[in-house]
């Protein structure tokens, strides 16, 4: 008689440190230093300092290696999209994830039984990643960042279309856009090129290495020039991208009558743009709004989903709608930040 395949809540269990692969001997996306380490992108609230060994992408291990130097991991094993390992028992592969260079889904086979954990991710075009690839699976993982209805996030061209017609309006204003250092930055430069815009682009110092790692992996962002030392005459009618935290910082008292803008899913929150000062508040998101959330639910055809963090209880129920067994996990750690 055929054996059945192990059900996946056999297998894999959230511990104080995240997920952790029993049969595999490893976490994904652990919150603290653990042995083994798959990491499904370079954003800090995944990808922690400290681990012993580490899995991810080459990307993946590029941008934590930039961020975190010689902690990023004694022993680093890159995995390209597509290629498939075997740690302990378990079949590791990694497939794009579409939310910022190198993230990546992973998807893990162990005994006929099959689990995707998603990581963060989004299914809009952008430019400077692979886009997401559904992977068919037994339970599928997935964030919940915008997981309420009311987070449907516009075409990208259109709020570029706001900066380059503000720009037409105000010349002689610097428009700095408040923009998190991985992934949205570089989004948000390549959205402007994508939409004509050639001249060059000022940069706080807070992005300039991740830009040049983009560059290094074959990202073209145009020409960038650093922001600091730059005459303020050269700065108006500019585009100028900087951390958000930067933009509330006396470093921002250099740009000439700044136009404030915010590159953000929760700029759909206008109480939130209000808080911040933001005047052209810019809806570009990294993560799935609530439409794609339940689209890739659909496409990836699981059975069960299990939600790792963000709005889980609106997901539950909805994925309960589609008849899907659902649970939230709770995992802590995980960051909710208006720059995503």
């Known amino acids: 008689m055929p054996v059945a395949a192990p059900k996946p809540s056999s297998w894999i269990r959230v511990e104080p440190a995240g997920i952790f692969v029993e049969p595999g001997g490893f976490h994904v996306d652990p919150g603290r230093a653990v042995g083994w380490a798959v990491v499904t992108h370079g954003h800090g609230d995944h990808a922690r300092p400290g681990h012993d060994a580490v899995l991810a992408t080459p990307e993946t291990l590029a941008i934590m290696r930039a961020r975190y130097r010689g902690d ?5 094993q890159p995995l390209a999209y597509g290629e498939t390992v075997r740690i302990g028992e378990v079949d590791v592969r990694l497939m794009p994830a579409g939310h910022v260079l190198g993230s990546a889904q992973v998807v893990m086979d162990y005994r006929g039984s099959r689990v995707v954990v998603s990581g963060d991710y989004k299914r809009r075009p952008d430019p400077t990643c692979r886009p997401f690839e559904p992977v068919p699976c037994d339970v599928f993982v997935t964030e919940a960042t915008f997981g309420l209805p009311v987070f449907r996030h516009p075409p990208a061209a259109g709020e570029v279309a706001k900066v380059l017609e503000s720009l037409t309006l105000f010349p002689e204003r ?3 856009i408040g923009a998190y250092a991985l992934g949205k930055a570089q989004r948000m430069i390549a959205e402007l090129r994508a939409a004509g815009y050639a001249e060059p682009i000022f940069l706080h110092g807070g992005l300039v290495n991740l830009c040049d790692l983009y560059q290094r992996h074959g990202v073209d962002l145009g020409p960038l020039v650093p922001a600091t030392g730059a005459a303020k005459a050269d700065l108006q009618g500019a585009v100028v991208l900087a951390p958000p935290s930067a933009i509330a910082d006396r470093w921002s008292r250099r ?11 929760w700029m759909r929150v206008r109480q939130r743009a209000r808080q911040r000062g933001v005047e052209l508040p810019l809806i570009i998101s990294d993560h799935a709004d609530w439409d794609e959330l339940l689209a890739t639910m659909a496409d990836v055809d699981a059975p069960e989903v299990w939600v790792t963090h963000g709005r889980e209880e609106a997901l539950v129920i909805a994925a309960a709608s589609q008849g899907r067994r659902a649970r939230a996990l709770n995992l802590v750690g995980r960051e909710e930040d208006d720059a995503e």
Request: proline share 11%; hydrophobic share 45%.
């Open 72 to 76: 990023a991991g004694r022993r680093q």
């Open 174 to 176: 610097a428009h700095v």
């Open 255 to 265: 740009l000439p009558d700044p136009v404030v803008a915010m590159a953000s899913g």
